[in-house]
Structures are given as structure tokens and as C-alpha cells.
């Protein structure tokens, strides 16, 4: 009989938490019909903002993974003074407020920031522009590739990197034909990760924009301007395609990490 | 599994600690990672340290006495502490039937916790706004009944506890997991009463994952603003959250009063996750073991 009651307590809040939002977010969106939600996606300050959102997605991607890596190989396979505090600030981001994460860019290139001024006689703008936005984005998604490499690698031990020195395999070989192989999962779990946040950052990107439509306005700032412009129908358009997008991103995850579980690719001891 | 954040220096320690280097690539990773690190997040937090002061110590003074942040500050801490209670039975009742129970569909239940989670910030807001708005799904009856949820402090406290639901499931998830259910059995045959197994057998060995889990939801919420400005309403001294108040006093270009706001949150934040750290080791120790939660 309890177990009868939890369970059906169980689906209730699923619904009503988690089910129902995500319903709300397509219902809204389509409203008029597929069509005209398709149409205000077309529209150029939608195109752009798409636009700008992928792009600066790809570049934190790329920065945070290939730095990502680095320091993991180097907090993985080395101990040196100062490892316990590099560990704190690569972690920290995820404990400041998405708000503070833009704030801080202001601080060093905004007008009153420390360099804005400096930088602006030379033709550099950084703050309100799209250099701006990057470096929030980068700033927010900034651990997770390296948090999730580093278990892995430690778990593997140095064993085979070790052997593969005495076969005279240089830095870059062993990282690329020994070490990563065994860490691609945790890789592109990272990577996914970085990308759905990337994507999806709003408080940070939403201090250091300057939120001018076409220009420096990516996904979810447009969706608050349509969304405050009582653009309803366009707002969610968008925040359905947003969703889809992010969403995909983490489900692609979870498959991943269930595959991997399977081929036992992950567990630790692989290589003891 | 989880990809809630998690409580900073949990990492391990490598394994070979004490061996000489022969591996190469330290230099060059080190240096890459202190790059990396130095450029984007040392600089610009020490920048957030520094400039409070910067033009002395009156603005950050001006700020401790200004009643409009203090209700910020206030209001934001206090529903995410809220919102934080809220989700621990919610998170354990989810909980428990993913691990302990055969519920059908459990496989899309797992999926769906994470939807917080992959649900962009902005997409939520505008989504909770309204959903609970006066013409919306559940805001209309909630209305009818003569509870306002939109554009109150109710509201943010709903926003934040919808944030926060999954980093507490999935704190508790492995703990429950790990759990052997031989330990209910035991205590049935010994005698023990329901009400005695849940408070004696099965609540001591989840509390330190209870804490963790609250902490996280709780860090987490001081600083949300994507999904709580939408529901919020943002009247000063009444609905108008700590983040939000960054965001005003950087559009009046007041740069001092905003890093002072920032640089409070932060140092709160911090504040409320060394507390909860050090409250989980405690408990955990006094079960005699830790929680690798």
C-alpha cells in the first residue's frame, strides 16, 4: 500500500515539477502553428542571436578543452606545491553567481574598469562587445572538462604513460595514443557538458553585453527581449529551440555515460 | 553521474605522489594550466577583491548600511535556504524510488531529474513566469485559491527550489544505492517500528548526504538569476533578489556599489559552503565513516 502511495507520489511530482515546464515551453512556442514559430526564427536579429550563440559556444569549447586537458595531465600525473590551490580556483567558477561572473569582466574592460579606457583609445572594445561575451562564457563552463578528466586519469595511473616513455614516445604522443584513448568518454562528456552551459549562459553574458539585438545578443538574451516585448510566441520559439538544443546536448551525455558504463571503459582499475 | 557542482577540494589526491617525475609534459601542461587559470579566473576575481576598496573603504561601508541591498541580500539567502528545505523530502522521496523501489518507468523519471539541469536559465524563467502567472496552467487555480505565486517572494522561492531539486536526488541517489537493505530487514526481525527504522536505521546514514545535497542547492541559489528576475516581480525591498541588484547598480554605472553587492554574495557564499562542509564531515564522522557523496 505504501509503496502504491510513493509511487504515485513520485509521478505526481515529476509531473507537476519537472513535466509540466518543459510541455509549457513547446505548447507556448506552437501556439499559432509550426509555421509562424519557424517564421520568427528566421527573422535576422533570431538568425543572428543564433548565430552569435553557436559561435561563442564553439570557441569556449575549444579553449576550455584544450586547457582543460593540460592541466589535468598536469594535476593527474604530477604532485608540486601549489596543486591543492590550482584545484580551488579551477573549481571556482561554479561557485560564483552567474552575475558576478560578468560583473568581474566589467571590473578589468569596462568603461570604469581597470584597462576599458586604455584598451578603447587603441580601437579595443571588450566589454558590450562580442570579445566581452566570450570571456564570461568561457568563464562560467571554465572546470568541467578538467573536472572530469582528472578522476579518470588519476584512477589510470601512470603505468602505460611510463612504458610508453621507455619506448621513446615523446609528451604529445603519449598524451594523444595513450592517455586520452583511454579517456575519451570522460572527454566528451566534458565537452558536452561545456557546451550545454555554454549555450544556455544568461546572467553572466547578460551584464557584459550590452544587449544590443543582431549585434551582441545571443539565445537566451533574445528570448528576454521578446519575451519583455511581449513577442510571446517568438520568445518561446526560440526557448523551445534553445531547450532542444541544450536538451540533446545532456541526453547525448547520459547515453554516453551509460555506453561507457557498459564497455566498462570508465571503471577504475582499466588499467591497474 | 552527477553534474551538480560540487563542494570545492573534494577531488582525490594522485596516487603517485611520493615517485620521481620522469613523465614529461609537466612544464608545459603547468604552464598552459596557470595560463589559463591566471588569465581567467585569478584576474578577474582579484580584480572583484581589490575595487571594492579602490576608491577607500566608503562604498563598501555605504553598501553595509544601504537597507535596499541588506533586503536583497536577505531575501536572497533566505529563499534559497527555503527553497534548499523544501527539495530535501521532495529529493529524497525521488530518490528513493529511483534506488529502492521498482517503479515503472524509472528510466525516464532518471531522465527528467536532470531537466533543470539542461534547461537553459532564461528558458525556465520565462517558463515558471508563466506557468504560475495570474492566466497560466497552475497560476490561475492557485489564484482562484488566493495564493499568488508570480511576482512574490513565493515565487522565487519556487524558481529557486525547481533549480535546486536535482543536485539534491542526486546527492542522495548513491548513498541509497550503497544502503543495504539488509539493515531494515535487521531491524523489522529486532523488533523495531516503522517509525523507529526511518529515524534510527535508515536517517543517520543519509544525513551528511541530506547537508551536501542542501549546501549545493543552497550555494546554487544565492546566486541564481536567469530563472528567478522572470517570476520574480524585482520590487526593491520586497522581491528584488542580490543578483538582480548587481545588474541595477552596474546600469546606474555605479561600479563600486555593484562590486560591493558581488563581493558580499561571494564572500556569503563561501561563508555558508565551509559551514556545511564542516557540518557533513561532523556528521559523517559520527557514524564512524564518510559519504563519498
Do not use: C
Amino acid at each position: 500500500m505504501s509503496r502504491i502511495l510513493l509511487g504515485l507520489a513520485t509521478y505526481a511530482i515529476v509531473a507537476v515539477v519537472l513535466l509540466l515546464p518543459p510541455t509549457l515551453v513547446f505548447v507556448e512556442a506552437l501556439r499559432q502553428g509550426l509555421p509562424t514559430a519557424l517564421a520568427t526564427l528566421s527573422d535576422p536579429d533570431a538568425r543572428a542571436a543564433i548565430r552569435l550563440t553557436l559561435e561563442m559556444t564553439a570557441l569556449s569549447v575549444v579553449v576550455n578543452t584544450a586547457f582543460g586537458i593540460l592541466a589535468a595531465w598536469a594535476l593527474a600525473k604530477f604532485s608540486f606545491p601549489g596543486r591543492g590551490v590550482l584545484l580551488v580556483l579551477i573549481e571556482l567558477p561554479l561557485s560564483v553567481s552567474p552575475v558576478v561572473a560578468g560583473l568581474v569582466w566589467l571590473l578589468l574592460f569596462g568603461s570604469q574598469g581597470w584597462w576599458g579606457e586604455a584598451l578603447a583609445r587603441h580601437g579595443i572594445t571588450i566589454a558590450f562587445a562580442t570579445p566581452g561575451i566570450l570571456l564570461a562564457t568561457i568563464f562560467v563552463t571554465f572546470p568541467y572538462v578538467a573536472r572530469t578528466l582528472l578522476p579518470l586519469m588519476q584512477r589510470q595511473g601512470r603505468d602505460a604513460e611510463e612504458a610508453a616513455l621507455l619506448l621513446g614516445a615523446g609528451f604529445w604522443q603519449i598524451l594523444w595514443r595513450v592517455t586520452l584513448p583511454g579517456a575519451r568518454w570522460a572527454l566528451l562528456s566534458g565537452i558536452l557538458l561545456t557546451t550545454a552551459r555554454a549555450m544556455g549562459e544568461f546572467g553572466a553574458v547578460s551584464v557584459i553585453s550590452g544587449h544590443i539585438p543582431g549585434l551582441t545578443e545571443t539565445m537566451p538574451l533574445h528570448i528576454e527581449t521578446l519575451y519583455n516585448g511581449y513577442q510571446t510566441i517568438a520568445a518561446f520559439a526560440m526557448a523551445a529551440l534553445l531547450a532542444l538544443m541544450a536538451m540533446t546536448t545532456v541526453a547525448l551525455r547520459s547515453i554516453l555515460e551509460r555506453l561507457a558504463d557498459k564497455a566498462g571503459t570508465n571503471k577504475a582499475g582499466d588499467w591497474a | 553521474m552527477p553534474s551538480a557542482a560540487r563542494l570545492p577540494g573534494l577531488w582525490p589526491r594522485p596516487r603517485a605522489r611520493a615517485r620521481r617525475d620522469a613523465l614529461p609534459g609537466l612544464r608545459l601542461a603547468l604552464g598552459a594550466t596557470l595560463l589559463w587559470v591566471g588569465l581567467l579566473v585569478a584576474l578577474p576575481l582579484l580584480a572583484l577583491a581589490i575595487r571594492p576598496w579602490q576608491d577607500g573603504a566608503a562604498p563598501m561601508l555605504a553598501a553595509l548600511h544601504d537597507r535596499r541591498m541588506l533586503a536583497a541580500l536577505e531575501l536572497s539567502f533566505g529563499s534559497a535556504a527555503l527553497a534548499a528545505l523544501v527539495n530535501l523530502p521532495l529529493g529524497l522521496l525521488l530518490a528513493w524510488s529511483l534506488t529502492r523501489t521498482r517503479l515503472p518507468g524509472r528510466r525516464a523519471v532518471d531522465a527528467l531529474i536532470d531537466l533543470p539541469f539542461a534547461l537553459p536559465t532564461a528558458v525556465t524563467g520565462i517558463t515558471l513566469a508563466t506557468l504560475y502567472g495570474p492566466h497560466g496552467w497552475l497560476g490561475a487555480p492557485l489564484a482562484k485559491l488566493g495564493i499568488r505565486v508570480a511576482f512574490t517572494p513565493l515565487g522565487i522561492m519556487l524558481a529557486l527550489a525547481f533549480v535546486g531539486l536535482p543536485f539534491v536526488v542526486r546527492t542522495l541517489e548513491p548513498v541509497l544505492r550503497d544502503l543495504p537493505s539488509e539493515l531494515e530487514d535487521a531491524a523489522t526481525m529486532l523488533g523495531a517500528h516503522r517509525r523507529q527504522i526511518v529515524t534510527r536505521v535508515l536517517l543517520p546514514p543519509l544525513l551528511p548526504a541530506l547537508a551536501t545535497g542542501f549546501g549545493l542547492a543552497f550555494a546554487r541559489g544565492i546566486g541564481e538569476y536567469g530563472s528567478v528576475i522572470f517570476i520574480a516581480g524585482n520590487q526593491p525591498f520586497h522581491s528584488e533578489i542580490a543578483p538582480l541588484l548587481v545588474v541595477i547598480r552596474l546600469q546606474e554605472f555605479d561600479y563600486a556599489g555593484a562590486t560591493s553587492v558581488g563581493f558580499i554574495m561571494l564572500l556569503a557564499a563561501f561563508l555558508s559552503l565551509a559551514v556545511i562542509s564542516a557540518l557533513r564531515r561532523r556528521l559523517s564522522r559520527g557514524l564512524g565513516g564518510g559519504e563519498a557523496a
